[in-house]
């Protein structure tokens, strides 16, 4: 248990302490003490962040980046012929989506757990490196039963990354320093997620989507051993001074309310805080409306034109995302500034609405409009997702609640996937109406 009382008032944390003749200072001057010890410290903090977002962010950047692109690339394989292939009939290719997300879901909670015991740089890209090998098992199996095993595979080894980088993130950046970066991580992953080319002529291009990309993502994932930053307390790359600062900020924000010892009675209160299941049940309608565009989004643009070509559908899909990782910088910027998460994630999801809403009209407008509401949907998805992330993380206290809490969201939010992967059906192209009444 952290010692609130040593760490904010022990002289090595504290102001400088006053000569004992009380002729010595004026009230005024111990006024000015303090001020200047409080400026002080903001000065450290702001070094500390540039020092953290240098070291923290860009290695779980390049990975969550990776096993996104991972994750949702099978919707441009299925562009390049993936399913003729295969031999892949009717509902075929949303039984594979469903998959993916059963691993996914069951495994988040257990990873964090494992993550609270091992060193993040070794358990994180140790699960990154499995995933890339069953994505380039994707690429060359021949059979629809191989496929469907990739994708269990898949789902996971991916399951502990996400929960467990809002853990690790959590563990060195106050509760209002945390939107931003975790919005870099998310924007940067999604945005990019759809931006696959046709692979070289003499194999098929859905193949090398996923050979070509798993081969990546295995390469980076080794590499990030020895780059991803370990617990602020056994970081070598940081100083004594830093870690009592990182120490103060994370105590300021917690105060007395701490849980870092897990037994019956822990647990019992991370399942019955009623916190965790109201964002957690939000999390399924925010995660249902990212993964229609995450999945769908060429198959949707596809279906306005068939005569669309793969690369046309990729130069239309592209500026969707790119829009939406632009509405999520910004809204992680106001989000930090006011220091205020409400407000910010009911705007998205009034965005969303409205590209719904246009989307279940879509008999009555142009097919301009209906791509239109395709920036909606994403925009105001992107805006929420990772909102609702730093809402739980700065809600609850102590290093297992947080890894617990953040694992259970995501965890069983991850069910918005597999409603996604069941409502968009080739007998619904192409106007998707069941698909888009579920998700509005």
């Given at each position: 248990m952290i010692d609130l009382k040593k760490e904010f008032f022990s002289p090595q944390t504290s102001a400088p302490a006053l000569d004992h003749d009380p002729g010595r200072y004026s009230s005024e001057s111990a006024?000015?003490?303090?001020?200047?010890?409080?400026?002080?410290e903001v000065v450290e903090a702001r070094r500390l962040d540039r020092k953290l977002d240098a070291r923290v962010l860009p290695p779980l950047v390049f990975l969550w980046f990776l096993s996104f692109v991972d994750r949702v690339n099978i919707g441009n394989a299925r562009l390049q012929g993936l399913e003729k292939d295969l031999q892949m009939t009717?509902?075929?290719?949303?039984?594979?989506?469903?998959?993916?997300?059963?691993?996914?879901?069951?495994?988040?909670?257990?990873?964090?757990?494992?993550?609270?015991?091992?060193?993040p740089s070794t358990w994180l890209s140790l699960e990154v490196f499995l995933l890339a090998i069953f994505t380039i098992g994707q690429g060359v199996i021949t059979t629809y039963g191989g496929l469907v095993t990739m994708r269990f595979f898949v789902g996971l080894f991916e399951a502990?990354?996400?929960?467990?980088?809002?853990?690790?993130?959590a563990s060195y950046y106050p509760r209002f320093d945390l939107q931003w970066r975790l919005n870099i991580l998310m924007l940067l992953a999604y945005a990019i997620a759809g931006m696959d080319e046709d692979g070289p002529s003499h194999y098929k291009g859905w193949r090398w989507i996923f050979i070509i990309e798993g081969s990546v993502t295995a390469a980076v994932a080794i590499a990030c051993k020895w780059i991803i930053v370990d617990w602020p307390a056994t970081a070598s790359w940081l100083t004594d001074a830093d870690r009592a600062l990182i120490t103060r900020r994370i105590a300021r924000d917690a105060g007395t309310c701490r849980m870092d010892r897990l037994n019956v009675k822990a647990l019992?209160?991370?399942?019955?805080?009623?916190?965790?299941?109201?964002?957690?049940?939000?999390?399924?309608?925010?995660?249902?409306?990212?993964?229609?565009?995450n999945l769908f989004a060429p198959t949707i643009v596809q279906q306005l034109n068939p005569n669309f070509s793969p690369r046309h559908v990729q130069a239309l899909v592209i500026p969707i995302f790119a829009v939406s990782a632009l509405a999520a910088l910004l809204s992680a910027l106001g989000s930090d500034k006011l220091r205020h998460r409400y407000g910010f994630a009911m705007g998205g999801y009034l965005i969303s609405g409205i590209g719904f809403v246009v989307l279940l009209a879509q008999h009555h407008v142009a097919v301009g409009v209906r791509y239109m509401a395709l920036y909606f949907v994403s925009a105001g998805s992107y805006v929420a997702l990772p909102l609702l992330w730093t809402l739980l993380a700065n809600n609850v206290a102590g290093q297992y609640k947080v890894s617990i809490a953040a694992a259970l969201q995501i965890g069983l939010g991850n069910s918005g996937g597999i409603i996604a992967s069941l409502i968009y059906t080739k007998q619904q192209a192409p106007f998707y109406s069941t698909g888009y009444d579920v998700s509005f």
């Open positions: 006024s000015s003490v303090s001020c200047d010890a409080s400026q002080i009717g509902n075929d290719f949303n039984v594979t989506l469903v998959v993916f997300f059963v691993p996914f879901i069951l495994f988040e909670v257990p990873s964090n757990l494992v993550l609270r015991k091992l060193a502990g990354l996400v929960p467990g980088s809002v853990f690790l993130l019992r209160r991370c399942l019955l805080d009623w916190k965790v299941w109201l964002t957690t049940i939000v999390y399924i309608g925010t995660c249902n409306s990212t993964y229609s565009i």
